[in-house]
Structures are given as structure tokens and as C-alpha cells.
């Protein structure tokens, strides 16, 4: 009989298969581009917004001028799911800045302050332009937290925690590698919220898609279970090494890595992918990275690593990229312009790509050729 | 002065004209407060098609306009040189960017450069020149405007390109493909499959149409998670969540009419899953 989870994947595939591009394509029914202009960009009443949507929804035509669109808008959408779940904060925060209680604001801060410095101060890396230490990775050799950080309430305390922050980037790219986990061919994980982040925490176990913890408490805990995973499962522990330098730091937030891969058979070799092309290299298992140069703008989004030295990458638009010397990254020709969600390499000439809506396809002659694999 | 006593639409009032006009800086390419006015007549009308405001509406739906884009508009359509300067250095580039979207990438240029003549107005009527500029109401920014129509003539390029194509081979059914395995004969197979089909209908038509259209844009339009909250003002992980929420709410509203209507058991509604999911032939179309 199958499980609730698995009638939910069930749902996700038979959409994929049943929601095809709407026919309707009447231009004289469609908006103008000012209407459809003003709908991305926000600019009209509920009730042509409503009205709109009902058009769009039905007509093939307008969809995909949204998806040609889409590309060019900037990503500054309002994080209406942080306002949702920072309603409590924000109710706090107008409440302290009420004229009256102002003055706790800067005794608020410099005490925020002090906790932090003396929180992280063995744990502050020395700063270098060129190289970008990792403190999660050192967070992880910080003393544990107490278990009852994992019972099912430390785990829903966590999961308030991580919905509370304000940083939308961490959500953003957290439920952007949930998005290419879900493209896979493999069940859904459980929706079950107390399971949820034990399931990405043996995920990155596994080796596969990591989710970054949004807090540093979160940090501690999800690296502290997954080192225990990794006495199970030794074949990989990846982890979202954040650089000590603000200015790498922001870097790094604001592109986004979305997947991390080990390069077998070492581990010490790994690559992150991130959006726009990024790639970025490092020889010591993650204590630090280097950006490698690519000229695709895909968001790439998934890896295979068969040696230190060769590794395969595959983004949005059939991208795929090969390195065959840990450095230079070539496009090889794929013949779809789908988006690609995994790839599995045996080596520099052999590898199968998964796309997003579940298909396969090999090649055995370095991306020369390409065939459906059942 | 009026022409039309007690028209809104056609009576606006100068104060608030001058001040709009101020708040534009249509004096910085040399504007006609006329012409100005003019504009600002077409884009209420065009707002107000079929009905007739009160003053207020107009004074505020005016108010709420990306007035230094239309007076750029407005500008550029009546041949003001610094207007056209300023716009081939602002604008052009964004018009040659979105043309660069489409899947015909040697036909970017092309798209690009019959839009930017249609800005300049090739096309002449009753002696007139008629400048695609007349069109910019100034309810969206001029580039948001500029991106959506380049972006619906790359789409109709492409869709008039399709349907001269031939199918794709990967649209074909694999059931109908010499060596694809044949299907498990099951005598409730067919019946299973027409009552998913009319459940699922049944469940997408009554979906909300920003639900429906969500799941277009990232079933049917492949779009990742980020472009649909791009287009729908929502964030990523928005998306997700009402993704998942809508594939909730489809689920239970098949297994609903599955077991209710249908007299479905638990077992027989895991095989009609099981079945859809595995009919290559599967679509819910055939029923709509």
C-alpha cells in the first residue's frame, strides 16, 4: 500500500505528465504589453491581477512570454513566507521602537554583539583575499550541543528558527536544492516536519544535495548529525563552507552555491556549482575554495566527480561542462534545451544526465553523442 | 478648455496636469504640456475602457503612473532629439538583451531592430507618423514595457516556427514506437485510467486560477522555482510552498472522488495512481 509521501510524488509526476503548454493561442484575446508588464512588475488592481491570471492561465501564448520574461526580471520578489513567519519578530520589533523604549535598542545590540564575540572568538579565521577558511567546518569541531537539541521539539525549534530568518537567499537556495532533488526519478522526501531536516541531514549523508542550516545553531546541529552519519555512511560529508571574510562571505550568499560534490576517490578534491555558471574548486576537502572561470550564465545545479581531476557539471537549458584537468571547463553540445537536474559520471568520456522532468540520457563519447537511457 | 463638461477622461483638470507634468520632467525633453496631456487622456481611457470614472479614480489612477517613462514616451513618439538620445543610451541595450531570450538566437537582432522601428514609427497613417511609443501607457516602467513586447514577438516567431515543424520525436507516444514493451494487459487498466483522468480534471478546473496558473508556468512552461516567483511576486520558497500545497489539494480531491464517487477501495485508488503514472499515453487533456 503506499504512503501518503509517496501518493504525493504519485501527484508531482502525473502533473508533469499531464500539465502540457496550453493551446490557446489567440493574440487579439491576449493583454497587451502594458498589462503584461504591469502584472510582473505588480502594478495592477485585485481585479485585473485576478482577471489576468485567469487569462494566463489558460493561454499557451502569454505563458511563455512570462517564461521569456522570467530571465529578465530582478530577483527581488517580497519574501511574503519571511513576513509571514517573522510576523511574532516583527510584532517585537515595533514594540521596542516605540519612542519610549528606544533606548533598549543599543543596549539590545552591544549585548548581541558581546555574545557573539564570545561565542566565536576560537572559532574567527585569519582573513586572506586569496584563500576563504570555512568556520562551519571549524563550528563542527566545537563542543556538542546537548542531544536534547535533537528531540522533536529542538527539531521544531529549529524549523521556527530557520522559517524566522529574514535571509531570504538561505530559503531561497535551501528550497531551490529541495526543487532539484524533488526533479529527480526518487520519491519525494517525507513531508513530515519533524523528519524533514533529520531527511536532509542523511541526504547530505549521502553525499547529494546539501541544505544549509539558516542559523548557527543549526549549523552546529546539522553538521554535528551528519559527522554521525558519516560513521554509517564514511563516503561523504558535505558541508556549506562559509567564508570568514565579509566580503567573500557576501559573495558566496549572493551566488548561491546550490550543490557540492566530492571528488572520488580522495574526498579531498570538491566542487560547488552555483548560478550564473560559477564553479569553484578546492583541494582540501572544503577548508577552502577557488573560483573557477566558466562563460555559460546557466545556474548549474548539479555534479559528478569520478577523479580529483575530471568532473562533470549540468545546469538549467542543457548545460553540461566537463574539466578533464580540475581547471578549464569546456560546454559540450547536448541536444535538448531542457533543464538537467543530475548527472552521474563513470569517467571523463562516459556519464548520464538526468533532466528535470525525469529522462535520462547517456553518452559514451565525452557529450559527442547522446542516447535515451530507459 | 472643456469640450466635454462633466467627462473626467476628457476634462482633466490643468492644476493637476501642470503638476504631473512637473513630477514627469517633461520639460527636460522639451514636452508640449499638450501633448503631455494627451498622453496622459489615452492612457485613462485606455484604463478606463467601457466605463466612466469619477474624477477621483482618474486624479489617482493618473497619480499612480510611471510618469517620467511616459513623458520619455510621449517625447521620444513626437521626435524630441534629446529624448531619443537619451533612450537609445538607456533603452537599447534592454530591447537587444530580452531579444537575445528567444530560442532563435540568430533572429535576436532582428526582432530587435523591427521593434525599435516600430518606436521610431515607420508606419503612417492619414499622413501621421504612428510611433509603437503611443502604445506605452505608462502603467508599467517604459522597460518593463519594452521587455514585454519584444518578448510577445520573439514567442510569436516561435510559435508560427512550430507550426511548420514536425513533431518531435520524443513527443511521440513511446507505446506506439517499434520495440517499446508492451503494455501489462489488466482488465481494470482502462476504466482506472478514464477515472483518473475525469478526477484530475475534476481537481485542476476547480483549482484557484493563480494556483492553476502556477502550475502551468512549472509543469507545462518548465520554469524553475525562482522564475515563477519571479513573474507571480512571490519568493522561492513561496512557490514551493503553494506548489506543494496545490499538489496536496489535488491528491486529496482524486482520492475524494475516487473513493466517494467512484466507490473506489484504498487498494484500487494506489492502482489507479499506479497506472496513470505508468501509461506513457496518460493525459488529462483528452477529457477537458
Known sequence: ?374 | MSTHAGDPLADLDSGLVERLARKAQAGRWGLDARDFAAALRRSAAHRFSGRQPSAAEVGQYLESLHLEDLALACACARGSEPAWEHFVREFRPIILRIASRGQQAGRARDVADSVYAELYGLDEREGARRSLFDYFHGRSSLAGWLKAVVAQRLVDQARAARRFEPLPEEEASPAGLPGAPALELDPDRERFLRLVRHAMAGALAGLDARDRLRLSLYYAQEMTLAAVGRVLGESEATSSRKLERTRGTLRAAVERRLRDVERLTDAQIHECFEHARTDPAFDVQEVR
Not at chain 1, 528531540?151 to 525549534?157: K, L, N, P
Not at chain 1, 526518487?186 to 542559523?215: H, M, N, T
Open chain 1, 1 to 374: 500500500m503506499s504512503t501518503s509521501q509517496e501518493r504525493d510524488a504519485d501527484v508531482d509526476r502525473l502533473l508533469r505528465a499531464v500539465v502540457k503548454p496550453a493551446p490557446r493561442s489567440v493574440p487579439g484575446d491576449c493583454p497587451d504589453a502594458g498589462l503584461l508588464a504591469a502584472f510582473v512588475e505588480g502594478g495592477l488592481t485585485a481585479t485585473e491581477q485576478s482577471a489576468l491570471e485567469a487569462h494566463i492561465a489558460d493561454c499557451g501564448r502569454c505563458q511563455e512570454t512570462l517564461a521569456v520574461l522570467s530571465h529578465d526580471l530582478p530577483d527581488e520578489a517580497v519574501d511574503d513566507a519571511a513576513v509571514e513567519t517573522v510576523v511574532p519578530e516583527t510584532r517585537w520589533f515595533t514594540w521596542v521602537t516605540r519612542p519610549r523604549l528606544r533606548w533598549l535598542v543599543p543596549i539590545s545590540a552591544a549585548a548581541t554583539v558581546a555574545v557573539v564575540f564570545f561565542a566565536t572568538r576560537p572559532l574567527i579565521a585569519p582573513e586572506s583575499d586569496e584563500v576563504v577558511p570555512a568556520d562551519v567546518v571549524q563550528m563542527a569541531q566545537a563542543p556538542p550541543t546537548p542531544p536534547a537539541a535533537l528531540t522533536s521539539a529542538g527539531v521544531d525549534t529549529l524549523r521556527e528558527k530557520q522559517a524566522a530568518v529574514p535571509e531570504k537567499r538561505d530559503a531561497d537556495a535551501a528550497i531551490r536544492r529541495e526543487d532539484a532533488a524533488k526533479s529527480l526519478a526518487v520519491p519525494a522526501p517525507p513531508a513530515a516536519p519533524a523528519s524533514e531536516v533529520q531527511a536532509d541531514v542523511a541526504q547530505a549523508g549521502r553525499g547529494g544535495l546539501e541544505k544549509a542550516p539558516a542559523d548557527p545553531a543549526a549549523g552546529r546541529m546539522a553538521v554535528r548529525v551528519a559527522s554521525e552519519e558519516k560513521r554509517t555512511q564514511p563516503a561523504a560529508e558535505p558541508m556549506r563552507a562559509m567564508p570568514a571574510t565579509p566580503q567573500a562571505r557576501e559573495e558566496l550568499l549572493r551566488l548561491e552555491p546550490v550543490a557540492t560534490v566530492t571528488a572520488a576517490p580522495d574526498g579531498m578534491v570538491r566542487w560547488r556549482f552555483g548560478p550564473g555558471g560559477r564553479i569553484w574548486r578546492s583541494t582540501d576537502a572544503g577548508s577552502t575554495w577557488h573560483g573557477q572561470p566558466t562563460d555559460v550564465p546557466a545556474d548549474l545545479v548539479a555534479g559528478s566527480a569520478p577523479s580529483p581531476t575530471t568532473c562533470w557539471a549540468v545546469g538549467t537549458g542543457g548545460v553540461v561542462l566537463l574539466t578533464v584537468d580540475g581547471q578549464r571547463w569546456t560546454q559540450l553540445p547536448f541536444p535538448l534545451r531542457v533543464d538537467l537536474a543530475a548527472v552521474q559520471a563513470t569517467n571523463d568520456r562516459i556519464a548520464t544526465v538526468t533532466t528535470r522532468d525525469g529522462r535520462r540520457f547517456e553518452t559514451l563519447d565525452a557529450g559527442l553523442t547522446w542516447s535515451p537511457k530507459l
